[in-house]
Nanobody
Framework: QVSVVESGGGLVQAGGSLRLSCVAS????????MGWFRQAAGKEREFVAAVNWDGSNTKYADSVKGRFTISRENAKNSAYLQMSSLKPEDTAVYYC???????????????????WGQGTQVIVSS
């Protein structure tokens, strides 16, 4: 079993930056893809970014491309989401996810991940 815990959310003004962190524990040797998703109030959970097992391949939603950067540090069983130029529409609960099967390309669907964190709230004020 794997546990995933996110941190780093908070309140920030539009144009500001935040760095989210995600730490996995347990059977971490089984983790390959890691991703970030978000869910705004009243909306469905949506893909934000994904990174493959060695960090050599990343994928971003069009809405965050050029502003967000995903990375991972396997020695620390961690993944990160650096968010810059934040907009009010980025306000959401952000979830980190870990998967056990790496698709060719990128894992961008929620069902392609096996383990989820509890989420961390990001609020961007205008």
């Amino acid at each position: 079993q794997v546990s995933v815990v996110e941190s780093g959310g908070g309140l920030v003004q539009a144009g500001g930056s935040l760095r989210l962190s995600c730490v996995a524990s347990g059977r971490t040797s089984a983790i390959y893809p890691m991703g970030w998703f978000r869910q705004a109030a009243g909306k469905e959970r949506e893909f934000v970014a994904a990174v493959n097992w060695d960090g050599s391949n990343t994928k971003y939603a069009d809405s965050v491309k050029g502003r967000f950067t995903i990375s991972r540090e396997n020695a620390k069983n961690s993944a990160y989401l650096q968010m810059s130029s934040l907009k009010p529409e980025d306000t959401a609960v952000y979830y980190c996810a870990a998967g056990v099967i790496q698709k060719p390309g990128s894992n961008i669907e929620p069902w392609e991940y096996n383990y989820w964190g509890q989420g961390t709230q990001v609020i961007v004020s205008s």
